[in-house]
């Protein structure tokens, strides 16, 4: 190993780092003792204060003034991508080794450069777990830090939550809740610390205490209300829940006074709830519009939770063809109608272009309700899975029994399960017809949403293939004489 003429055979280096949080600071004086040729058994790295001062007063140590200077022929440093975000992570964790088993890796780095991806490197290993367990620490930072209401002299509403972290987090957190609170003034205390927004400029301020926070206010008592009426006693896993909201933060939120009896009470409220629906049996609906009604007034699956409204089939309540789509789109929901979007639109052109009047056939869903994601202000859809379409079989059942058609095309997959109870492959089901329990023909092609999704060569191929069974449906209606 070459040795640098600034460097002293045998020296040790303390770092004194300026806060238990500052990767920028270690990052910078890791570099230098790199490009020194200074071995980790030689550097000792120093927090001010302890682990719990994180906004200490004062500067770092001075003593790392004779640290050695890199000379100018010195090699650049070699980091991965994949050491930098994980270093980054660890170094908020409370581990006080973690600075030097960093070091330690950045100098193993230099002579292997892959070695972030040897996952049985113990080093790895732990530098992944630290920032694992720090990336949780601010996850849970996120979702349990409660803003109460407090009052000022100026009138204007502030807001003050209490947080225990476990880890170094408090300040490379403030971002997110600047982001999500921009327009709200708030503090957040914690025992490492407090920060403080003010709408426009943040401030940092010393580690506060569980007192210095507010109680309860007056709208906690209506969120405990509404957290225990929709508390559901069929779908409590209380170890799924310990897992995710550790009884550490009960203390902290409103709702958690209500968790100790709503899980004892959870088995008797499921078993009546069993009672309750073995007693009140369904009576399937005689028309359509009770199909319509009942439908939306249906909350058999998670998706009629979601704040969107069943749409109800549109058509004749006999009716020769009956169309299935999977389920309705944002725009469906908007509107109350089914196929009216980008993909309604298609598939009317293609009906047209086929020789098949859509007002002469009643068009439904497989699902009566919009599953979706909320992706910033927009509403992307979600397919529904096997158990939610199972689930909306009824009401398609129903409708079925009333419209009876002769002929039934699903479009896509869940359409076709819908009509079946069982998955298909739509690619082997195409292009012949499945006979159903009660004679009618089953037809299944794509869904028009997934002509949507091609573009070039394969969109106008796929499309060929629609053309190709609506076709195939429109001669099977003439030939039968419906």
């Not at 975000?85 to 170094?91: P, Q, S, V």
């Not at 609906?285 to 704040?307: M, S």
């Not at 063809?321 to 298609?346: K, T």
């Not at 070039?456 to 429109?474: I, R, S």
Request: glycine share 6%.
């Amino acid at each position: 190993m070459r040795v640098m003429q600034n460097v002293s055979l045998g020296a040790h280096y303390a770092v004194r780092l300026p806060a238990p949080d500052d990767f920028a600071f270690w990052r910078e004086r890791a570099r230098g003792l790199i490009q020194c040729d200074v071995p980790p058994d030689r550097v000792s790295w120093i927090e001010p204060g302890g682990t719990g001062d994180l906004f200490a007063a004062e500067g770092p140590s001075r003593s790392d003034k004779r640290l050695p200077a890199p000379p100018a022929d010195a090699p650049p440093v070699r980091a991965s991508k994949a050491f930098l975000t994980a270093a980054r992570r660890a170094a908020l964790h409370t581990d006080p080794a973690r600075f030097g088993l960093l070091y330690e890796v950045l100098w193993q780095l230099q002579r292997n450069p892959r070695l972030m991806e040897d996952k049985a490197n113990i080093q790895v290993r732990r530098i992944e777990e630290l920032a694992k367990s720090v990336r949780r620490d601010a996850h849970k930072m996120h979702a349990f830090v409660r803003f109460r209401e407090v009052a000022v002299e100026d009138g204007t509403p502030h807001f003050v939550a209490w947080f225990e972290p476990d880890h170094h987090i408090v300040r490379t957190e403030a971002a997110f809740f600047m982001r999500r609170f921009a327009n709200m003034r708030w503090s957040i205390l914690t025992p490492r610390g407090t920060i403080h927004w003010d709408g426009q400029v943040m401030h940092e301020g010393p580690p506060a205490r569980r007192e210095d926070a507010p109680g309860d206010d007056p709208v906690e008592d209506l969120w405990r209300s509404y957290y225990a009426s929709i508390f559901n006693p069929a779908r409590l896993k209380v170890g799924a829940m310990l897992s995710e909201m550790p009884k550490k933060y009960w203390k902290n939120l409103p709702e958690a006074a209500l968790i100790p009896q709503l899980i004892a009470g959870a088995q008797a409220r499921e078993a009546a709830m069993v009672a309750a629906g073995e007693r009140e049996e369904r009576v399937r609906p005689a028309t359509l519009a009770q199909v319509a009604q009942g439908a939306a007034a249906c909350r058999d699956c998670a998706i009629a939770d979601c704040g969107t409204r069943a749409v109800a089939g549109e058509g004749p309540s006999q009716a020769a063809l009956m169309i299935v789509g999977e389920q309705p789109g944002d725009q469906e929901d908007l509107a109350g109608r089914v196929f009216v979007g980008p993909a309604g639109q298609l598939l009317d052109q293609h009906l047209t272009r086929a020789g098949i009047d859509r007002s002469a056939a009643y068009v439904t869903n497989a699902v009566k309700h919009f599953k979706f994601v909320w992706k910033g202000k927009h509403r992307l859809h979600q397919s529904p899975v096997a158990k939610e379409i199972d689930t909306c079989r009824w009401w398609l059942e129903a409708e079925r029994a009333i419209v009876q058609p002769r002929i039934v095309l699903a479009l896509g997959a869940s359409a076709a399960r819908g009509m079946l109870g069982r998955t298909v492959s739509v690619s082997k089901a195409r292009g012949a017809p499945i006979m159903l329990d009660d004679g009618a023909e089953l037809w299944v092609t794509v869904h028009p949403s997934y002509l949507l999704r091609l573009d070039g060569e394969a969109q106008a191929q796929q499309a060929a293939l629609f053309a190709a069974d609506l076709a195939a449906v429109q001669a099977r209606v003439a030939q039968i004489g419906v």
